[in-house]
């Protein structure tokens, strides 16, 4: 069985990423590197929330963005996750104006997704939350998913 990948908003976003400071290109490349040679040894889901962010955007490749998800299925939003969320924010793990983040955790959390993917690494993929996140998860006996970037999930070559 693959592993599971929750595909989180700013990896379409990356994909289609037009500015050219190093950083942006360096995120994309690996975005496109990862899509296009590793994505298929994963099972890809997302849910309507990435949908509804990437439409909300106000920028070039918004369209593209959306289609490129279109095809990956969406994960349920039960009523629960709102009370994960809530905990999420009464214990500091999210920024309370970042909602978006904690709805993606707690859903890659809930569906016991192997990795959750972004290049959020303020927020979500950061090692210093990564304890956190690990007690927080255990105090609601969730499953607590690798939190990762397109660069980190590309797999090894060996000749």
Aim: proline share 4%.
């Amino acid at each position: 069985m693959k592993p599971r990948v929750y595909i989180e908003t700013t990896i379409p976003s990356f994909y289609y990423e037009m500015r050219n400071a190093p950083e942006m290109t360096a995120r994309r490349n690996w975005t496109r590197q990862w899509w296009s040679k590793y994505r298929s040894c994963y099972r890809l889901l997302t849910s309507a929330a990435v949908i509804a962010e990437l439409k909300e955007g106000d920028y070039e490749a918004r369209d593209d963005a959306v289609r490129l998800m279109s095809r990956i299925p969406l994960l349920e939003i039960p009523d629960e996750i709102a009370d994960v969320i809530d905990f999420y924010l009464a214990n500091h793990l999210m920024p309370r104006e970042r909602l978006g983040d904690a709805l993606h955790l707690a859903l890659a959390s809930f569906h016991k997704c192997d990795f959750l993917l972004t290049w959020n690494c303020r927020h979500i993929a950061n090692a210093n939350k990564f304890e956190h996140i690990r007690i927080i998860n255990a105090r609601l006996g969730l499953f607590v998913p690798s939190l990762v970037t397109s660069m980190e999930l590309c797999m090894e070559d060996i000749s």
